[in-house]
């Protein structure tokens, strides 16, 4: 299975980059898995929020496959612990999936066409994070569901 993570803009902290970077690099130990980065949308003190978010939904839907499994980490999305996103992770692969996409929305979420093609929603927190902070939190929690998967002593519970 290819796990791919589609970010709209670009981080400005060199410091998240290569914490991102970094867990991109371990998760490929167990799966390829590929970061998409949407360029920002221009202009945008010109557009309303929901103008951004069809602009951003209309490109996020361009990199989707019908046959992908698309995931929107979404502050109205399940909450899961970590040992139960191991399991949740575990469930996607045994299923035969080619293709796991999560999607990071830009500031103003998701237009209702990427909701309507999303098959889940998940949620990091009851916090609102940046959207750069929670590539690196993400993506560490891809990486510590693949650790919890594989026995290794990462984790603690």
Not at 59 to 74: A, F, G, K, Q
Not at 79 to 94: D, I, N
Not at 137 to 145: G, K, L, N, V
Request: aromatic share 10%; net charge positive.
């Amino acid at each position: 299975m290819q796990i791919e993570l589609i970010v709209v803009g670009k981080t400005d902290s060199k410091e998240v980059a290569a914490l991102v970077e970094m867990y991109l690099k371990r998760v490929n130990h167990y799966c390829r898995f590929a970061i998409t980065t949407l360029q920002d949308i221009r202009n945008t003190k010109n557009l309303s929020a929901a103008q951004q978010n069809r602009s951003e939904g209309e490109r996020i839907l361009t990199l989707l496959n019908e046959s992908d499994y698309v995931v929107l980490l979404d502050e109205r999305g399940e909450e899961l612990r970590s040992m139960e996103f191991a399991q949740w992770m575990r469930k996607r692969m045994a299923s035969g999936l080619k293709r796991l996409v999560f999607v990071i929305g830009g500031p103003y979420g998701f237009s209702e066409e990427v909701y309507a093609r999303a098959n889940a929603k998940l949620s990091l927190s009851k916090m609102t994070f940046s959207h750069q902070i929670v590539r690196a939190i993400f993506a560490e929690q891809i990486y510590r569901a693949f650790t919890i998967l594989n026995n290794e002593p990462y984790h603690h519970e």
